[in-house]
């Protein structure tokens, strides 16, 4: 089964409103990672938090990371018509060695309608 | 070179041919990731190779499938005797020795087999 699972699968919204995506995995991780995806286009790194830390900012994305829930949540303030895309979450699993492996969850579609 | 050059694009094939995916890593960046995304789904992990090693196959199929990276030259992933099920986008990533943690896409080779 994925290693990381979002929530919701789809999420639409208006212009100016907040998007909130939420990720959980299962296994110990070194860091966790978002990335955005256009459609039909690659992915594009977003923000990496480590295991040690809570919370992490960058520009309008917030990151949080609950080690004992195994869960990390991305929230984009203020949203604007670009911001429509896929966002996955990835982990980067304690057990692979810290090879830089990653395991994305099935993503959330987001829809900012302006 | 900007980024992660992925090529082709798109790549038709029938059943039973041959698929051959290139991927030439951003300047200076010495590990490379292979991920396959099937429509709707997240990417899921195949393979991650240094110059000349195979680090990691462990999400590689046991048959038809294999990858290298060679000293000179692009990393290639290779079909053989593709199946419909086959269908699907893969993407290379990136990543620099000292910063494995941060992978760098590219725009992906969407293979349709017929």
């Known amino acids: 089964s994925q290693q990381g699972e979002e929530d919701p699968q789809a999420l639409s919204i208006q212009e100016g409103e907040n998007a909130t995506m939420n990720c959980s995995y299962k296994t110990s991780i070194n860091n966790l990672q978002w990335y955005r995806q256009n459609s039909g286009r690659g992915l594009v790194h977003l923000i990496l938090i480590r295991s040690n830390e809570r919370e992490k900012h960058s520009g309008r994305l917030r990151v949080t990371l609950d080690t004992s829930k195994k869960s990390s949540s991305l929230l984009i303030t203020a949203s604007r018509a670009a911001d429509t895309a896929s966002y996955f979450c990835?982990?980067?699993?304690?057990?692979?060695?810290?090879?830089?492996?990653?395991?994305f969850g099935q993503g959330t579609t987001l829809q900012v309608k302006p | 070179n900007a980024g992660v050059m992925q090529n082709p694009r798109h790549l038709v094939r029938r059943r039973g041919q041959e698929a051959r995916l290139r991927c030439s890593p951003m300047?200076?960046?010495?590990?490379v990731y292979w991920y396959r995304q099937l429509p709707e789904e997240g990417l899921k992990f195949m393979v991650y190779?240094?110059?000349?090693?195979?680090?990691?196959e462990s999400g590689m199929p046991k048959e038809r499938f294999s990858a290298e990276f060679p000293k000179e030259g692009p990393s290639i992933l290779r079909i053989q005797q593709v199946v419909r099920g086959d269908s699907a986008a893969y993407f290379c990533?990136?990543?620099?020795?000292?910063?494995?943690?941060?992978?760098?896409f590219g725009a992906g080779t969407r293979l349709s087999v017929l």
């Open positions: 190779l240094q110059k000349e090693n195979i680090i990691d």
């Open positions: 990533a990136s990543s620099s020795e000292r910063v494995k943690n941060i992978q760098y």
């Open positions: 990835a982990t980067d699993p304690s057990s692979s060695g810290n090879t830089g492996k990653l395991i």
């Open positions: 300047k200076g960046h010495s590990h």
